[in-house]
Nanobody, 124 residues
Framework: QVQLVESGGGLVQAGGSLRLSCAAS????????MGWFRQAPGKEREFVTA????????YYADSVKGRFTISRDNAKNTVYLQMNSLKPEDTAVYYC?????????????????WGQGTQVTVSS
């Protein structure tokens, strides 16, 4: 079993930055690919970014490419999401997810464990 706890959400003005963290407990962290997803009110959950178990491979949704950066520290069992140049359309609840494979995926159905989510609100 893996428990995931996100932190770092909040309210920020457009153009600002936030860094989300996701702390994992349980089994060997490096065995899991990690992903970030988000869900805005009235919309389906969507893929944001993912990272391989080693951290060598990263993938981004086109909507965040060049603005967001995913990273992980396997010694600390933590994955991060650095969000820069935030836009009002980035407003959503952001979820951290773990996949029981070192290979990342952009599909939420491939992830086995989820955090409770953290709210990110970007004002215009």
């Amino acid at each position: 079993q893996v428990q995931l706890v996100e932190s770092g959400g909040g309210l920020v003005q457009a153009g600002g930055s936030l860094r989300l963290s996701c702390a994992a407990s349980g089994r060997t962290f490096s065995s899991f690919a990690m992903g970030w997803f988000r869900q805005a009110p009235g919309k389906e959950r969507e893929f944001v970014t993912a990272i391989s178990g080693s951290g060598a491979g990263t993938y981004y949704a086109d909507s965040v490419k060049g603005r967001f950066t995913i990273s992980r520290d396997n010694a600390k069992n933590t994955v991060y999401l650095q969000m820069n140049s935030l836009k009002p359309e980035d407003t959503a609840v952001y979820y951290c997810a773990a996949r029981s494979s070192r290979r990342p995926s952009g599909s939420s159905r491939d992830y086995d464990y989820w955090g409770q989510g953290t709210q990110v609100t970007v004002s215009s």
